[in-house]
């Protein structure tokens, strides 16, 4: 079975960074795509960032283009998602998916924290 688990999530002071980290175990294929998506309380959760992996295409949000970047190391099965000049707006979970079939089913990360405030 496929997982996601997602890491890196911390408090952080405005007009900082950090770097969150997506693992995947249990997979014998790579990903079709995988993407960053965000949450807050009573909001549906929003597209961050995504990438198609085999051309390595990439997609931001308006909201965050310019300062996140979005990559994966194919060996280690890893996705990364670069934040820098975080905002207090940024503060959310934050979830990372993977699609390993066109039209298949979407497996997500469990989510992981990130809180920007001075």
């Known amino acids: 079975q496929v997982r996601l688990v997602e890491s890196g999530g911390d408090l952080v002071q405005p007009g900082g960074s950090l770097r969150l980290v997506c693992s995947t175990s249990?997979?014998?294929?790579?990903?079709?795509?995988m993407a960053w998506y965000r949450q807050t309380p009573g909001k549906e959760r929003e597209l961050v960032a995504q990438?198609?992996?085999?051309?390595?295409?990439?997609d931001y949000s308006d909201s965050v283009r310019g300062r996140f970047t979005i990559y994966r190391d194919n060996t280690e099965k890893t996705l990364y998602l670069e934040m820098s000049s975080l905002k207090p707006d940024d503060t959310a979970v934050y979830y990372c998916?993977?699609?390993?079939?066109?039209?298949?089913?979407?497996?997500w990360g469990q989510g992981i924290q990130v809180t920007v405030s001075s």
């Open positions: 998916n993977a699609r390993f079939m066109p039209f298949g089913p979407l497996v």
């Open positions: 990438m198609t992996i085999r051309t390595k295409a990439t």
């Open positions: 249990g997979s014998l294929t790579s990903p079709l795509t």
